[in-house]
Each structure stands twice: as structure tokens, then as C-alpha cells.
């Protein structure tokens, strides 16, 4: 075999093996907990992203973003801009951010301006001061925008509202949850634009979350996908992570496949994804897990390839727990960059940076030659 070509494959080996545990950054700003990304970068790379973030204020949570590198969210001087949300005749209490959408991906928002969704609490509201109330931010980084309170009231058909949680949003879309009096663990697609409410259970499950949302095929696309969980055999949880292709257009749901982390039974697991990017093949996933014995709180990445007749694949899973840390969770995730929360003892929000899956995946291949090599080496 050519000595030159096994130099190379032997260089590559080391340089996989160097770079095949995943990196651990902890934001060194503890108030805040981050729950979204998303690029605004010409290159939709790391450049430039906006983060959305819960603020933790000491006396109250509140909806905060940050605008720059991603590298530079871990500083100190990193800056956290805390958005207090003004709505008419409500005293807002509390407020979170989780899902940002950029110009980069919107362009009729105008440069420099995104969408941000959330949820709040308010002392006059009728379903009770504690009740989450959905919530979307349009305008600047830095506060100058309008809000607008989302519930999902046209979706209630017993009882009443008791919260709204806005996820993710992506084009026209926002995701969530909503829960009634008599039906808790409810998920939702709004249309933003049109101003409509779709109750989204496709399976009929117990329960069922709408965590992140993708646009597919550029701004003026009506096909999304969607990742969150679902729950049957846990009525208090969630049983299984899934995928699903919907066309806003047409309100059809198709490719619907359901995830169990590392593929493991769903007698003992717990999975959940929680935050959807794409990529040139598929899509990365993030999310969490919890197995009983051992017990495990742990997040994941998870990449998966979307098929020529637009199916999903099986995942690959990369576990995601910080070192020394008893729980972990994989919030939100860009490129192969995922973004979550630890708690060792104290609350850190951190950013942990998988290696890149196409070198992991060629490893064996690779592994394969110079075994292949050696064979001929001994037969001459």
C-alpha cells in the first residue's frame, strides 16, 4: 500500500482521536440560563448569534438576549440585555425568552431586528398570577420593539387556559405548549401571520411538547419541521423524542418518527429533543435523557440525515454531561455547538462543542485501512 497514503491516514487517526471529547465552556455569567440560538451572521455560522436567555435577577426572572460571538457569550463582560416586557394594563411579573429568529433567516424583519418568543406572568391575569402566558418580542437586541401576548385560547375546547409557553419560532411559526384545567400537555403551532392556532398531536399521545422548529427550503417556504416529545406510558413525562415534516400551507403532517436516546428501551428512558439546526445532510438535535438505573440527568447531541423520499434516519447520539455535574440538559443547539444548563452543587449555563460527526464516522473506516495494510505488509 502506498507509504504515503498510510502517513496520511495515520495523521488523521490522531487528530480524531485528539479531538473526540467533547469541549466544555461554562458562561461565566451565572444569572443567566440560555435557551435559544440562532446565527445572524451572513455565513449562519458563530460568528454573529443572538441568544435568547432567562435572567435571574436575584429578585425576579427576566427575558434577556445577547448579540455577538458565540465565543465571546462565556465572558464576563459578555452583555445580557435584560427586556422587561410592556404590555397594556398588565403588570408583568416575571418573563422568559427561549426561541430567537434573525433577519439572516427572515429578511422582512430588517437587519438587526429578531423575533424572540417566550412566555410571562402578570398580576391582573384571570387565570391566576402564577398562569404562563405566551409571549413574542419583535424588534431590536436591546429592547425597542413591540410585544404581543399569545395564548392559546382558540385551542381550548373544556374547561379553561391555564398557560401558554412559546418555544421556538421560525418563519411564520411559533411552537409550544398550552395547558387547560382538564387537558395538561397540549402542543401548538400559530401562525403568526394569519393569526391561527393548530392543536398538533399526531400520534394521540398522553401528552406532547413542541419544543424547536425548523423552516425548510428559505424564508418562503410552507414546509417546517418540528422536534419535541411525547408521552404514553408516562403520563407525568415524556417518553420519546420525535420528528415530524409539516406544510403550513396545507396543514398536512408527514415523516413523523419517534427517538429513543442511544436507542436504548423505552422501559427505563426518559428523551426529549429540545432544540432542531440544520444541516447539509439532515439536521443536529439536542434534548435531554433520564434513565432510572443507573440513574442518569444527562443532554445529548444527536445528528440525523433526512432520506431522498424525505424521511428521517436513526441518530447517531453523542452524550452530553459536564464533568463532576448531577444533572445536565441540552437547551439549544447551532452547528455542532450545543448550549444547556448544569447544576453541580450551583447553576452554570454552559456551551459544549461535539466534534464534527463526519470525522467520528470515518474513524473506523479509517481504522479499516491500516488494518488492511498491515495484512498485506505480513503477506509480502
Known sequence: MNMRFLGAISLFLCSAEFSSAVDYTTIQNSNVTVTGIRSDSVTMGTDSVVITAIYNTGTSNVAALYNGPLSGAVEPSAVWNQLNPILSGQTVTSSSFYGPNTAIFNPSLGAGNVIAVGSYTYAESTAGANSAHGLLYQGTVTGSGTWVQIDATPLVLS????????????????????????????????????????????????????????????????????????????????????????????????????????????????????????????????????????????????SVTVNLDGSFSEAAWTNIAVPGAAVTTGNTIIGNSVLGFYDDGSSHSFIATVPEPNALTLLPLAAGFLLLSGRSRQKA
Do not use: C
Open 159 to 302: 374547561g379553561s387556559l391555564a398557560n401558554t409557553i412559546a418555544h421556538s419560532n421560525m418563519g411564520d411559526l411559533v411552537v409550544g405548549n398550552y395547558d387547560t384545567t382538564e387537558t395538561p400537555g397540549n402542543a401548538f403551532i400559530y401562525n403568526r401571520i394569519a393569526n391561527t392556532w393548530t392543536n398538533l398531536n399526531p400520534a394521540s399521545s398522553t401528552s406532547i411538547t413542541a419544543y424547536g422548529i425548523w423552516q425548510n427550503g428559505g424564508s418562503s417556504s410552507t414546509s417546517y419541521t418540528i422536534a419535541g416529545g411525547f408521552s404514553d406510558l408516562n403520563s407525568g413525562g415524556l417518553d420519546q423524542g420525535y420528528l415530524l415534516n409539516y406544510d403550513s400551507s396545507t396543514g398536512d403532517i408527514t415523516n413523523y418518527k419517534t427517538y429513543n436516546y442511544d436507542d436504548l428501551p423505552i422501559t427505563s428512558l426518559v428523551s426529549h429533543f429540545d432544540g432542531i439546526t440544520a444541516t447539509e445532510e439532515g439536521f443536529n438535535l439536542t434534548g435531554f435523557y433520564s434513565t432510572v438505573d443507573p440513574l442518569v440527568d444527562a443532554g445529548f447531541f444527536a
